[in-house]
């Protein structure tokens, strides 16, 4: 039954990319390619925040006043967060040609889902930016 299930989902894609009859699909496609192009650029950044912060070797630059547990638990919570609405921003788009997504429970959960990963997202990066301007390495 899932393989059926993605089957459907993904000829009633195919359905939508080769039936461009109204206004509305022409925008669905304009929002799908918009969130795959979004994907993409949120996977690089967030491959090099995490690179920056964990993968990176010590050197005398970068000393544990630069870098404190607090900056890289915020940008890569930050990170995470807004890959994860990336993400999410995303499948509303095969998920809603296959299922309603209006007043329902799979339309709530998308929009609240998105809504909250944004939010906490957008929290960690002001923490980020309150540490650093309490940083006494930046004074």
């Known amino acids: 039954l899932v393989h059926g299930k993605v089957f459907i989902t993904m000829h009633t894609l195919q359905?939508?990319?080769h039936s461009m009859y109204r206004t509305s699909d022409y925008f669905w496609m304009a929002g799908f390619i918009t969130s795959i192009v979004a994907m993409l650029?949120?996977?690089?950044?967030f491959s090099l925040i995490i690179h920056r912060f964990f993968c990176k070797r010590k050197?005398?630059?970068h000393s544990p006043s630069h870098q404190n547990r607090m900056?890289?638990?915020?940008?890569?919570?930050s990170a995470t967060l807004s890959l994860a609405c990336i993400?999410?921003?995303?499948?509303?788009f095969p998920a809603?040609?296959?299922y309603y997504c209006g007043y329902n429970f799979v339309g709530n959960f998308f929009y609240c889902a998105v809504l909250d990963?944004?939010?906490?997202?957008k929290i960690a990066v002001y923490t980020l930016f309150i540490d650093r301007i309490y940083?006494?390495?930046?004074k």
């Open 71 to 77: 900056t890289k638990v915020c940008a890569s919570l």
């Open 135 to 138: 940083n006494e390495y930046f």
């Open 117 to 121: 990963t944004y939010i906490l997202s």
């Open 59 to 61: 050197s005398a630059a």
């Open 87 to 92: 993400v999410l921003v995303f499948i509303t």
């Open 41 to 45: 650029i949120g996977v690089v950044l």
């Open 96 to 98: 809603c040609v296959m």
């Open 15 to 17: 359905e939508r990319f």
